[in-house]
C-alpha cells in the first residue's frame, strides 16, 4: 500500500472528524474505503473499486430497511465516499 492512500484514508477520517460527522458515518466511511481498497489491490480497477463501496452502502441500507436498523441515504453515500480514498492520486 503506497503511503498516499494512507494519507488519503487518514484525511478523510480526520475531515470526517472536524466536521462534526457522526461516528456512525465515520464508520461507513471507513467499511468502503476497506471495502474500496481491497477491490482496488486485486482489480485494479477504479470502477470496481467504487462500486464495491457503492454497492456495500446500498446493501446495509437496504439490511436496514428490513428492520435491522434507520435506513439513511447519508450512511450510503458516506460509505461511497470511501472509495474517493482510493482514486485521489497524491
Not at 44 to 71: F, P, Q, R
Amino acid at each position: 500500500m503506497r503511503r498516499g492512500y494512507i494519507t488519503a484514508v487518514t484525511l478523510g477520517m480526520a475531515a470526517l472528524t472536524l466536521s462534526g460527522c457522526a461516528q456512525d458515518k465515520q464508520m461507513h466511511f471507513a467499511a468502503g474505503a476497506a471495502s474500496s481498497g481491497v477491490v482496488r489491490y486485486f482489480t485494479d480497477s477504479a470502477l470496481a473499486s467504487c462500486g464495491a463501496a457503492m454497492g456495500l452502502g446500498i446493501a446495509k441500507e437496504v439490511y436496514d430497511s428490513m428492520g435491522h436498523g434507520n435506513v439513511e441515504a447519508m450512511d450510503a453515500l458516506a460509505t461511497a465516499a470511501g472509495c474517493l480514498t482510493w482514486e485521489i492520486k497524491f
